[in-house]
């Protein structure tokens, strides 16, 4: 009998176990299907746990994690299973019990007392997505698709795509959907497909999302909208407001059959610094209630979804260009993996800043992630008692050179990456500057004039 029957069950995931515990993930696997009938080496709790630590220790290997899980564990130490055991296993499991334990853990996380996660009574989300390299064989490139060339040959790798709704306040994932690079409607049907996810939040999103069936699928389960378009979209005047915004009818071309009338929009045009025009779009039409002037402020906090993709892309994914899965069923396991991962370092982030009363834009993502490293290492999981030691040690450690300030206001140079190449494309004598403090901006609002 292989040592492991009985005793990989007892293996836990450090400081993320307060969020996935063992009863969690068999609620999950039993509504999957995937329960064990009987005992065995490599369980499907342990698998469980396994795939979320490839997540965690992204560079390492097959060997390596499963050293980290279990090392502190002396009998479980000298007998790990071999690379083809835990491929196996990973088949076996699939991705939907990962899919199942992120939708259980996912959600809204900032607290009322959390000014910066609300806006009149409304808690602030964003919707955007990013895709991610998948090894290239015949099975991923059917299943994800990628981009070509003008004759149409493969230009890099697969692609999968990820689209999240993105609690901007805390950077938690609320909801999330995997998709193909290739077909489907791309971001905006799977964004439409989060609707029902976003009820009384105000959902922020870029120029790329503006359409009648995701605008009614989001009013119709009872969030707001704030959307940014570009500036041929709802261009005609209905009724100017007293602010210089307006009421007008958005149809766009392509959806006046299935969505006869469009809907009605309020336009916010508005300039920062002086510079080009900004338009945004929204159901909040009474400008007294709904000040433009608030809202294209708060526009900017759309930004805040793209510092959580640099958190999972850089940071906990690494300098690794490629998803270490070779097959789509596993490609999507993974995936599921990194996104429940995320949010539940997310999660430590704000318990950590609501018990010091900071912002959590002020704790590092990269120490947190550290420190949850260590914690499976050292199994700190394996009670509550523990669980709590290293989550007081780990605060002091993390909070200890921090003030209570806002984060401050800086600025970087952004450049366009080739699409294959890791090179950055720089016009001739341009020269980047380094990140640097700046003042606050001006938002100039344009008026509208009905013609």
Not at 113 to 121: I, P, Y
Not at 223 to 243: C, G, S, W, Y
Not at 255 to 277: A, M
Not at 286 to 300: G, K, N, R, T, V
Request: with cysteine; aromatic share 6%.
């Amino acid at each position: 009998m292989h040592p492991w029957i009985g005793l990989s069950d007892e293996v836990r995931l450090g400081l993320l176990t307060e969020w996935i515990v063992p009863e969690l993930v068999d609620e999950v696997l039993t509504a999957c299907g995937r329960l064990d009938a009987k005992p065995r080496p490599l369980s499907s709790r342990f698998m469980v746990y396994f795939v979320l630590a490839l997540a965690l220790f992204q560079q390492d290997s097959y060997d390596d994690v499963a050293e980290n899980l279990v090392g502190a564990l002396g009998e479980m130490d000298q007998s790990v299973p071999n690379k083809s055991s835990f491929t196996r296993a990973r088949q076996q499991l699939g991705a939907a019990p990962l899919e199942g334990v992120f939708r259980r853990v996912a959600g809204a996380i900032a607290p009322p007392t959390l000014e910066a996660a609300f806006w009149r009574g409304m808690r602030v989300a964003a919707v955007d997505g990013f895709l991610l390299n998948v090894p290239e064989n015949d099975t991923t490139r059917a299943a994800f698709g990628g981009q070509v060339d003008s004759a149409g040959r493969p230009i890099g790798f697969p692609q999968a795509r990820v689209v999240t709704l993105t609690e901007t306040g805390t950077h938690a994932t609320i909801d999330a959907r995997i998709g193909s690079f290739k077909g489907g409607g791309g971001e905006p049907a799977l964004a439409t497909e989060m609707a029902g996810s976003a009820a009384g939040m105000l959902v922020i999103m870029d120029r790329a999302f503006p359409g009648v069936a995701l605008w009614k699928a989001y009013t119709q389960a009872g969030a707001h909208l704030l959307i940014r378009a570009r500036t041929f979209v709802a261009a005609k005047p209905m009724e100017v407001l007293p602010d210089g915004t307006y009421l007008t009818r958005m149809n766009l071309a392509g959806q006046r059959r299935s969505h006869p009338g469009g809907v009605t929009v309020r336009v916010i045009d508005y300039q920062v610094d002086g510079g080009e025009t900004t338009r945004l779009l929204t159901d909040l039409l009474d400008p007294e209630s709904w000040p433009a002037e608030e809202l294209a402020a708060l526009y900017h906090e759309r930004w805040e979804v793209e510092s959580a993709y640099r958190q999972l892309k850089t940071f906990q994914r690494g300098k690794t260009e490629v998803l270490r899965s070779v097959s789509p069923e596993l490609v999507r396991q993974e995936i599921w993996a990194h996104l429940t991962l995320h949010h539940c370092l997310n999660r430590i982030i704000m318990r950590l800043a609501d018990g010091e009363g900071l912002d959590p834009d002020r704790i590092s993502f990269v120490k947190v992630l550290k420190h949850t490293r260590r914690s499976v290492v050292l199994q700190a999981g394996q009670s509550t008692r523990r669980l709590r030691q290293f989550m007081k040690r780990m605060a002091t450690k993390v909070v200890r050179k921090l003030d209570n300030g806002l984060r401050r206001l800086r600025a970087a140079d952004r450049y366009t990456r080739h699409p294959v190449s890791q090179y950055i494309v720089r016009k001739k004598g341009q020269v980047r500057r380094g990140t640097r403090r700046v003042p606050e901006k001006v938002i100039t609002l344009t008026p509208a004039i009905l013609q």
